[in-house]
């Protein structure tokens, strides 16, 4: 059973209602479009297609679900009062209380009564007649537009790889991305987990605390970092709050859109001795910042060389069994796909009920009645959770039908790749906004800032069109295919295009391989969509106003000009390959 399998309420469907702006999703990028629109005087409407606010914390709800960005950097940051008034217990919160935190975001700033749950958004056409956005759902709702936005996640459409006999296995099956709301109890149970990403990393150690067995199923290993979490003291909280909105500034420095300290020597100009040092200590701080252990880790091989090789020598240290270790040693490039943070991973590999299957030169053949085939064996099981993964960046867009200019379908249009300016709208679907659409940061930031620098953009844009009396707003397309050469261009120094990840879309079979999220740091790209929009929304064509295109009246954008972390983030840094995390 899926977590949307709950009982869907009976309502009217809403039919020919006009709105400024319809926004799909209530996670934290639906909600804060919301509350930024509705402090404008816009009118909006959100379908949410859960029963709930939260977005991919509505979902995944899997046991050990929770964030890798530190807490108190992983939230709003628009509202100092918030980030007063709200205490986070551990340093990295677990998905329930990331939930209640949507929850409050939504009651504090008076935000359900706009947003339309259990409804999934199925169309959206744009009237070239009317210039306006015609939306569908799957309830049967109807209504007009000015604006379209997309809030639909990154990582929100689930991957469901195609396995044989699927029907035929007697047990649960379960996708870690659509968990049920009711949990799952696993006691007693030989389970069988299938993949070994972000999502497996941390279900894996708390499935096999209940399971009678638990067998994985990896295709491929992965580099994991201890997070070494923690609650979180209130002598802690208030020294943060202190001075929050210095470290939010400096977050928005970062090349990542988070702050944590590093180190910009390139590691190959530091002494085995010094590497062993640094990385060991970097090990002990633990999560994401073990990549800011040296500055040129993920854009020089043999630098990279040196990480992976530490990071596999403390796999070894922990897995006792060799075997079981050697299969747990990744041999790509350490922080290719996104690097994994977990509490008691590899350790689990020590208990007497936990194996290892290899799948990777023999698949998974078929799921049978009692459990999964593989290369000959079968490996009985009660339960199969499908840690699969998601149809990144794209998949969420394909699941809705949405129509430009001239008849032309977004999924068209993106057939060879996502194409977008700026990430934030494509050139043939005016006033189609996407946040942390292909082509921003999006999934290489801290999520939650890049979903906030888009919307005050976004906003600031859709106010300074009613100022001027615009009718639409539409990505020129020289402009846009300058950006996706750009994107292709930027991702080509860093490590990262090099593996076969979800960033390019190749956990999947078929899909288009292209390097989808911004790669240039997050700060380059803010005063890039900052200068944009000084220069009266450069690239852009705006059509139908009643007073020139002239530099807008800047309200939320101006909170995002912060001094760059030079030594950091500058094309200096970027050419001489010294920035960390990118
Ligand atoms: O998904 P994944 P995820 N047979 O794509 C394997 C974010 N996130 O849900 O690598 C066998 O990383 C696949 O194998 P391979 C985070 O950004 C954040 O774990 O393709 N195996 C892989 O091992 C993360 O990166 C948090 O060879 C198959 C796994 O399934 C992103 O979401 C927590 C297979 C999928 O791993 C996605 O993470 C969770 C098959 N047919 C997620 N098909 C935080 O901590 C796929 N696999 C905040």
């Known amino acids: 059973m899926s977590a949307g399998a709950h009982k869907q309420h009976e309502r009217r469907p809403e039919v020919g209602a006009a709105y400024d702006a319809v926004i799909v999703g209530a996670g934290f990028a639906g909600m804060y479009m919301l509350h930024r629109l509705r402090g404008l005087g816009l009118t909006a409407r959100v379908y949410e297609a859960g029963h709930g606010v939260g977005g991919t914390w509505y979902w995944n709800r899997y046991p050990g679900a929770r964030c890798d960005v530190e807490s108190m950097q992983y939230s709003f940051s628009f509202s100092e009062e918030l980030d007063q008034q709200w205490d986070w217990s551990e340093k990295y919160a677990p998905q329930p209380e990331i939930l209640a935190y949507a929850n409050h975001i939504a009651d504090r700033f008076d935000l359900r009564q706009h947003i339309t749950f259990d409804t999934r958004v199925i169309a959206a056409s744009f009237d070239e007649t009317a210039k306006c956005w015609r939306i569908e759902t799957d309830r049967g709702d109807e209504i007009a537009a000015k604006f379209c936005i997309m809030a639909i996640g990154c990582l929100s459409a689930p991957n469901h790889p195609h396995f044989k006999g699927r029907e035929d296995f007697r047990g649960s099956t379960y996708h870690t991305g659509e968990w049920p709301h009711e949990g799952v109890d696993f006691t007693g149970l030989r389970v069988g987990v299938i993949g070994t990403g972000s999502s497996a990393i941390q279900s894996i150690p708390v499935i096999a605390q209940q399971a009678l067995g638990l067998t994985v199923f990896q295709r491929t290993a992965t580099y994991s970092v201890p997070a070494w979490n923690e609650k979180l003291t209130p002598e802690y909280r208030n020294a943060v709050k202190a001075d929050y909105p210095a470290l939010r500034a400096k977050a928005r420095g970062r090349p990542t859109g988070f702050y944590f300290p590093f180190n910009m020597k390139p590691a190959l100009e530091a002494s085995a001795e010094e590497r062993e040092r640094q990385y060991e200590a970097a090990w002990q701080r633990g999560g994401l910042p073990f990549l800011g252990a040296f500055g040129d880790l993920l854009f020089e091989k043999a630098a990279n060389d040196t990480i992976a090789e530490f990071a596999r020598n403390k796999i070894r240290g922990i897995v006792r069994d060799p075997a079981t270790a050697e299969l747990l040693c990744p041999d790509n490039v350490f922080g290719c796909k996104r690097l994994c943070v977990d509490t008691g991973y590899f350790e689990t590999y020590n208990l007497p009920h936990v194996r290892l299957v290899d799948v990777s030169k023999t698949p998974i053949e078929r799921f049978t009645a009692d459990g999964i085939e593989v290369d000959g064996s079968e490996y009985p099981l009660d339960a199969i959770v499908c840690a699969t993964g998601f149809a990144a960046m794209t998949g969420s867009f394909d699941r809705i039908r949405i129509t430009g200019r001239n008849g032309l379908t977004l999924a068209e249009k993106w057939r060879a790749g996502p194409r977008a300016y700026l990430g934030v709208g494509s050139a043939g679907f005016p006033n189609l906004f ?139 840094a970027l050419a001489a390959r010294r920035v960390p995390v990118v």
């Open 434 to 572: 996407t946040i942390t659409g292909p082509g921003s940061p999006s999934v290489l930031a801290s999520m939650i800032q890049a979903i906030e620098q888009h919307v005050d953009w976004m906003a600031d844009c859709m106010a300074h069109m009613r100022d001027i009396g615009a009718a639409t707003i539409e990505p020129i397309q020289t402009y846009e295919d300058e950006w996706i050469e750009h994107v292709n261009e930027v991702s080509k120094i860093s490590l990262r295009s090099t593996c076969s990840s979800w960033y390019v879309g190749a956990n999947i079979a078929g899909r288009p391989r292209v390097f989808m999220p911004y790669i240039g740091g997050f700060p380059i790209y803010v005063q890039k969509c900052n200068e944009v929009m000084s220069n009266g929304f450069e690239g852009f064509v705006i059509e139908g106003a009643n007073a020139g295109n002239e530099a807008p009246l800047v309200r939320l954008t101006e909170r995002w000009r912060v001094p760059l972390d030079m030594d950091v983030i500058s094309p200096a």
